[in-house]
């Protein structure tokens, strides 16, 4: 092999590894493997048929306890105008972003749920910022913090401390899309090795292009029988399937304008403790476009499964080895 051979390979081999490793470590939100645009807050006189039913989105951000050096939770284009937000009539709308950690912050039943209700921002409140236009921070980052680890809320099931972190419409009737990203530095984008985020209920944007399919990945446990997924204001755009390791690709109900749909399935024994992919798939024609979808799903106990931007156990495959299986 001549040595201009062996160089290209050595590239290849490079970029494969550091793409692997950044696949596993990085902290977006949403993240890569999702292939989300952004997420997405309206303002609250927005009509809930441009496609967020509450005008409030909470996620929650995991640090492992034994990471004990400072961290920062950055907010892309976190303004309510410009390019990429979603202009109704004039941009007049704004966003409040606030941060809280503490005792309560995450073990608060209020702080899981889907509606911005009752103790919703419980916690020690720890940051806020709100935000209207703002050319300067069009397309460009706000940070928060140093927040010191410990100043979560410690979790002995995740063995780590959780923050959370609440963007809520107070003004207007815009759509503010943005995204996150946990990171170890204030002015650039640096993992938290091992931390995760995740949400209960997700409020995101679609791509316009039909050839783009995006995914959520909700995390069954051993308890989990049977799930119910909930989607709103889909616009029939296309359909929605899920796929597991049992699962090769199982078609959901889907929601049209301004409506939520429910679908209710069983859950395989060769699925609990690991993650399903909740995939969503546009249609080529006629083309939709500023597609806003909001999902939640719950087990049968009512329970929220939460929706990890890095998926655990990774995403799921189908096994072929399981079998096709009959309904019962």
Not at 76 to 97: A, C, I, Q, R, W
Not at 251 to 279: A, H, M, P, R
Request: glycine share 8%.
């Amino acid at each position: 092999m001549d040595m201009f051979r062996r160089s290209i390979i050595s590239v290849i081999l490079v970029f494969s590894v550091f793409n692997y490793y950044s696949d596993i470590y990085a902290q977006p939100v949403p993240a890569g493997d999702e292939n989300i645009p952004y997420l997405m807050t309206f303002g609250p006189k927005s009509e809930t048929s441009w496609g967020d039913d509450d005008f409030s989105q909470t996620f929650f951000f995991f640090i492992p306890k034994d990471f004990v050096e400072p961290i920062f939770i950055r907010v892309y284009d976190p303004d309510t105008g410009g390019e990429l937000d979603e202009l109704n009539g004039v941009f007049d709308s704004k966003t409040m972003y606030s941060v809280y950690g503490g005792k309560g912050c995450f073990s608060d039943a209020d702080a899981k749920e889907t509606q911005p209700q009752g103790n919703y921002k419980s916690g020690n409140f720890l940051a806020t910022r709100t935000f209207g236009v703002n050319p300067k921070l069009d397309k460009n980052w706000y940070t928060f913090g140093p927040f010191n680890p410990t100043e979560g809320e410690f979790d002995a099931k995740f063995d780590g401390y959780i923050f959370k972190v609440i963007a809520d419409g107070i003004a207007g009737d815009d759509g503010n899309l943005y995204r996150y990203y946990l990171s170890t530095q204030y002015d650039e984008n640096k993992a938290v090795e091992g931390a995760n985020a995740f949400a209960y209920e997700y409020s995101f944007r679609m791509h316009d292009d039909p050839n783009e399919v995006s995914h959520i990945y909700p995390y069954v446990d051993d308890r989990t029988i049977s799930v119910k997924l909930m989607n709103f204001d889909w616009d029939n755009d296309g359909f929605i399937r899920t796929v597991s390791v049992a699962r090769k690709g199982q078609l959901i109900k889907v929601s049209n304008e301004d409506n939520w749909v429910e679908d209710e399935f069983k859950i395989y024994d060769e699925e609990k403790n690991t993650s399903l992919d909740i995939q969503f798939i546009k249609r080529k024609n006629p083309p939709v476009r500023n597609n806003n979808v909001v999902v939640n799903v719950r087990n049968q106990y009512g329970e929220l499964l939460p929706f990890y931007v890095i998926p655990i156990g990774g995403v799921p495959k189908y096994k072929y080895g399981i079998g096709v299986r009959k309904e019962k």
